[in-house]
């Protein structure tokens, strides 16, 4: 779980609503409406100058509970250890008095609680190099480069898309004579409407900004490229979400992997989980961890060890193009985690037997040894690509105003541009799709 800011003991799940003072508990109203025969009474909270969240519970019968106990169910979101964290840095008084976790709870306490303010931050413009596809009131799509987080994150408050957009915007506020100005951010929104909600950015959806993801309705990871939609109205947020919630959105991807496929395409259907062993993986499971995925894949060219497939999603696992391309024993190349090589000139007419090219395996290599993989790749000189050759190609969305059918198809980014043109100097003979495919070729590879 995200924790937001402060000492980590908010989760973002659990922010403060509009509605009331005490977003967090359940049953609001006055102390008498929010006694119920089960839970007991509590009145509203009330926040404190400095931004600290101030909660009272009033118990109106015993309950026959440990003070972390009830906390747990009244405070939504937040663990017990998180809350006994909590009573242990005296942010909780029982009575006026400083309690343990395991004190009881009896008819006529009072119990207060202070939740201590998140850590205040902005999503700042900076001016990172954007390649728009395509913008108008409502949405901008965008080509996302290699190496390009969406939002921010814990360990990547900067240097994201996110705050690209937000450069990209205040420019053309400026350009338009009026002022933008950066929205502080906190983990919940104040009860007080005057304050802007979190992590605002001028000129896209607020749907997500508490989250630090406002205007992000799909994402790609790090180090995919490609057509990335994200919303500027709350009104085509809700509308695209929508459409990407109920999986009638298309998403086509193209990556270059290890090996030649011996059909024309087929279906991918097994279920994902966790790795067993390696915690930054994902694997294909079939006990109860695993869950249903579907990837169909069409191979679009062959080359001399290679092949450029064309991927259609049915299912959104994390890193599921990933997983199931290397169970089938076509690892991406460049995908150093799941069984790719990294490619250089050498590697163009001596194609390696790449790590995960045993089908029907959960290969995955672990962190030490995919950083040695990244610093040996790194000094070469003829090194052409060492992240996953992956893109998303196309995606087409049902436009949240005209309620028309929209497809935007993003041009290769290089080194994968690149890699393509010289693999292209390389054919081999091998089955390829004729019928079914949904990428121009001709547009997502320039040249």
Partial sequence: MDFAGGDGLLPKQARQGDETTDGLAEGLGGAES????????????????????????????DLRLRLDVYLQQRLKGISRSRIQKLIDFGGVTVNGQMPKASTGIRSGD???????????????????????LYEDDDTIVINKQAGLIVHPARSHLSGTLLNGLAHRFARQQERSGRAWSARQTRGF?????????????????????AEFRPGIVHRLDK??????????????????????????TLKAYLAVVHGNIDSVGGVIDEPIGKHPTIREAFAVRRDSAGKPSVTLFRVREQYRGYCLVELELKTGRTHQIRVHLSYIGHPVVGDLLYGGEPIGRHELDHPPIAAGSRPFLTFARDKT???????????????????????????????????????????????????VRELRRRPAPGPVAEQGCWVDLDAAVPG
């Fill in 34 to 61: 929010a006694g119920s025969t089960d839970s007991g009474g509590h009145e509203n909270g009330e926040n404190g100058s400095e931004g600290a969240d101030r909660r009272r519970f009033v118990i109106r019968r």
């Fill in 189 to 209: 929104r104040s009860t007080d409407a005057a304050t802007p909600v979190a992590a605002r950015i001028e000129g896209l959806s607020q749907v997500g900004a």
């Fill in 369 to 419: 040894e995919g950083q040695r993989l990244e610093a040996a790749a790194a000094v070469r000189e003829d090194l052409i690509l060492a992240h996953p050759a992956l893109h998303a190609a196309l995606l087409r969305v049902t436009h949240p105003a005209t309620h028309q059918p929209v497809t935007f198809t993003a041009p290769l980014h290089e080194p994968m541009l690149g890699l």
């Fill in 110 to 132: 009072v119990i207060d609680v202070v939740l201590p303010p998140p850590a205040l931050r902005t999503i700042q413009p900076e001016p990172i190099p954007l390649e728009v």
């Fill in 223 to 248: 180090n995919t490229t490609g057509v990335l939609l994200v919303a500027k109205t709350d009104e085509a947020h809700w509308t695209v979400a929508r459409q990407f919630e109920d999986r009638s």
